[in-house]
């Protein structure tokens, strides 16, 4: 059975840090690109952040950049998302995703998605 399962989020104040982990079993998950993304309330769903099963290159939305952090650990089979300076605007659940393709962006058709963990920054 594939899984792709969030883990680390919580409540943090403005200005606090979380590190997120997606978790994956049941696929050979070197073969993977991963991205994150997130949903507040009434909003759209977006894109955070995405790394290559390639190269682990990395993409970063615009508003994060120099605040957040991918990487991966293939020998754990999961990804990271290392997220410093958080902001109340950050609150939202945050999702991985897994494409099987060595280069992915966020509008890319992702096979898997996880259930989300939910991060909440406290002003």
């Known amino acids: 059975q594939v899984q792709f399962v969030e883990s680390g989020g919580g409540l943090v104040q403005s200005g606090g840090s979380l590190r997120l982990s997606c978790a994956a079993s049941?696929?050979?998950?070197?073969?993977?690109?991963i991205g994150w993304f997130r949903q507040a309330p009434g909003n759209e769903r977006e894109g955070v952040s995405c790394i290559s099963s390639r190269d682990s290159r990395s993409y970063y939305t615009e508003s994060v950049k120099g605040r957040f952090t991918i990487s991966r650990d293939n020998a754990k089979n999961t990804v990271y998302l290392q997220m410093n300076s958080l902001r109340p605007e950050d609150t939202a659940i945050y999702y991985c995703a897994a494409a099987q393709h060595p280069y992915i962006d966020f509008k890319w058709e992702y096979n898997y998605w996880g259930q989300g963990t939910q991060v909440t920054v406290s002003s």
């Open positions: 049941g696929v050979i998950f070197s073969y993977y690109s």
